[in-house]
Nanobody, 124 residues
Framework: QVQLGESGGGLVQIGGSLRLSCAAS????????MAWFHQAPGKERELVGA???????YYTDSGKGRFTISRDTTQNTVYLQMNSLKPEDTGVYYC??????????????????WGQGTQVTVSS
């Protein structure tokens, strides 16, 4: 059983940056592909990107270019660096762990464990 806890969310101005962290415990962090999802108000949860256990990173269109995912296996932590933030980036960000070697294959249905989410609000 893996426990995930996100932190780093908050209120930021348009064009600003945030770095979200997700700390994992209770399992073998290195064996999991770690993913970040975004759920905007009134919308479904969507994949932002994922990083495999080998370090291969996959981004969807929503994360490509402005967001960077990284992981630190010594700290059992995965990060989401978000730059040039826009109002449409507002929402709850969730990290998830999936027992798959392929970062591109993670979906809301295939993720095995979820964090509680952290709120990001981008405003002027």
């Amino acid at each position: 059983q893996v426990q995930l806890g996100e932190s780093g969310g908050g209120l930021v101005q348009i064009g600003g940056s945030l770095r979200l962290s997700c700390a994992a415990s209770g399992g073998t962090f290195a064996r999991y592909t770690m993913a970040w999802f975004h759920q905007a108000p009134g919308k479904e949860r969507e994949l932002v990107g994922a990083i495999s256990r080998s370090g291969s990173v996959y981004y969807t269109d929503s994360g490509k270019g402005r967001f960077t995912i990284s992981r630190d296996t010594t700290q059992n932590t995965v990060y989401l660096q978000m730059n040039s933030l826009k109002p449409e980036d507002t929402g709850v960000y969730y990290c998830a762990a999936a027992n798959t070697p392929w970062s591109w294959s993670v979906t809301t249905k295939s993720a095995d464990y979820w964090g509680q989410g952290t709120q990001v609000t981008v405003s002027s």
